[in-house]
């Protein structure tokens, strides 16, 4: 079993700034890699990044991509979504994700474990 944390979500104006972590706890040392999510009102769950827990390899969706990075510390097990230029659009619950495959790591479904979410509000 893995247990996820996440913190940091708030209000924010637009073009500001904000850093989510994310704690994993438990059996972390198998699996294969973290993702975000988000949700926002009245829409489905969608990809933000992901990372490679070993490697440091990273992939982000094109709404996100030069606005958000995604990190990690090993040593910590926590990891990190900064998040800068933020848009009222980015309004949504960040979620974290972690899971054992390599494989589609932008679908929900290929997550094993989830966080309770952390909202995040961005005003126009």
């Known amino acids: 079993q893995v247990q996820l944390v996440e913190s940091g979500g708030g209000l924010v104006q637009a073009g500001g700034s904000l850093r989510l972590s994310c704690a994993a706890s438990?059996?972390?040392?198998?699996?294969?890699?973290m993702g975000w999510f988000r949700q926002g009102p009245g829409k489905e769950r969608s990809f933000v990044a992901a990372?490679?827990?070993?490697?440091?390899?990273?992939y982000y969706s094109d709404s996100v991509q030069g606005r958000f990075a995604i990190s990690r510390d090993n040593a910590k097990n926590t990891v990190y979504l900064q998040m800068n230029s933020l848009e009222p659009e980015d309004t949504a619950v960040y979620y974290c994700?972690?899971?054992?495959?390599?494989?589609?790591?932008?679908?929900?479904?290929?997550?094993?474990?989830w966080g309770q979410g952390t909202q995040v509000t961005v005003s126009s």
């Open positions: 994700a972690a899971r054992y495959g390599s494989g589609n790591f932008y679908k929900p479904g290929e997550y094993t474990y």
């Open positions: 438990g059996r972390t040392s198998s699996l294969f890699g």
């Open positions: 990372i490679n827990w070993s490697g440091g390899w990273t």
